[in-house]
Every structure is written in C-alpha cells, then in structure tokens.
C-alpha cells in the first residue's frame, strides 16, 4: 500500500456494521451506570472519605453522557469534511467534557488511594471512620482497570510500533 493509499485510508477508516457499533455502545454504558448505582446506593456509607461516591455518580454520569451524545447523528461530522454549528459544539462539549473526567479521575484517585485500606466495620467501637467495603473496593477496582487497560494500550502500541519498524526494514524497496 502507497503512502497516499495509507493516509486515505487513515482519513476514512471502515465503518463497523450496525449490530457491533450498537453491541460495543452498550457495553461501555455498563460501567457508567454501575458507578452511578453504586455510588447513590451507598451515598452516605463512607465517612471515612465522603467524596468518593460522589466521585463515581459523577464520573459515570459524565461518561454515560459522552457515550450517549457520541451516538447521535447530529454530532457527527458531515462525510464531505464541512462541519455544522452543531457538530461543531459537540465537538467542543466533548472536548470539555473529557478534560474534565481527566481531572475527575485524578481527584477521585487522590481520595481512593489516599485511604487504602479503609475499615470497612460500621459497628465498630474504634474512632477510625469506615468506609463501606463494596462501594470502597467498587471504585478501588474501576480506578486500578483504568490503569491496567492503559497499561495494555501502550504495550500494544509499542509492539505495532516495533512491527512497523521491522516491516520498514525488511522491505527493501524503500529508499528513505
């Protein structure tokens, strides 16, 4: 494939069908809504760092918001490359929005990591505060699979990066 050829088809990557787009939608809609159930189910259950169910109502309504709005026809920029007002302030919002869940997790990484490992006994006679164990190790997770799916996408890039440095060199047509 020509360089021309590559950057065309960078430009215009394939399209997945419908049922997969629909299929992978739903599936990042998960994590969204159980951070919003368990974060106002257990509301009031962690005094020990009160901030961390309200981080994960607001990370995942925040979430659920960019993974909806990205659905919608009207955000998405016309096949010709011209953008709409519209588009255009999508574009915006997500950008915003993304930043902000950026900050967010880094805040609520503060407040998670900060208190490892809570008491988790409400009826304990100590004076150290509890946090309560499923909402604390709930968001303990969520925050340390960010970090390992990170981890796998930069060690997956770096070895299509070493595949693409040995595909160059193996080809010996090109005289770059």
Same mark, same amino acid.
């Not at 021309?4 to 960078?10: A, E, W």
């Not at 659920?64 to 990205?70: A, E, H, R, W």
């Not at 010709?80 to 880094?106: E, H, K, Q, V, Y």
């Not at 925050?143 to 060199?169: A, E, K, P, Q, S």
């Given at each position: ?114 208190? @490892? ?6 009826? &304990? &006679?100590?004076?150290?505060? @509890?946090?309560?164990? &499923? ?42």
């Amino acid at each position: 494939m020509s360089n021309t050829g590559l950057i065309r088809h960078i430009r215009r990557p394939p399209q997945p069908n419908t049922p997969i787009l629909v299929c992978s939608k739903l599936v990042v809609c998960i994590m969204p809504i159980a951070q919003i159930a368990i974060g106002a189910v257990y509301l009031d259950d962690c005094p020990r760092q009160h901030y961390i169910p309200i981080y994960l109502i607001v990370v995942g309504v925040f979430g659920l918001l960019l993974s909806v709005f990205s659905c919608l026809p009207c955000t998405q920029e016309p096949e010709d490359g011209s953008s709409t007002p519209l588009s255009r302030f999508f574009t915006a919002w997500n950008s915003l929005t993304s930043f902000f869940i950026f900050c967010w997790f880094i805040a609520g990484n503060v407040w998670i990591y900060s208190i @490892y490992e809570p008491n988790y006994n409400k009826n &304990t &006679t100590s004076t150290d505060p @509890y946090c309560n164990k &499923t909402l604390y190790l709930f968001a303990f997770w969520t925050t340390t699979l960010i970090y390992i799916l990170l981890g796998l996408f930069l060690l997956g890039g770096c070895c299509v990066l070493f595949c693409f440095c040995l595909c160059r060199r193996a080809d010996p047509d090109d005289d770059v």
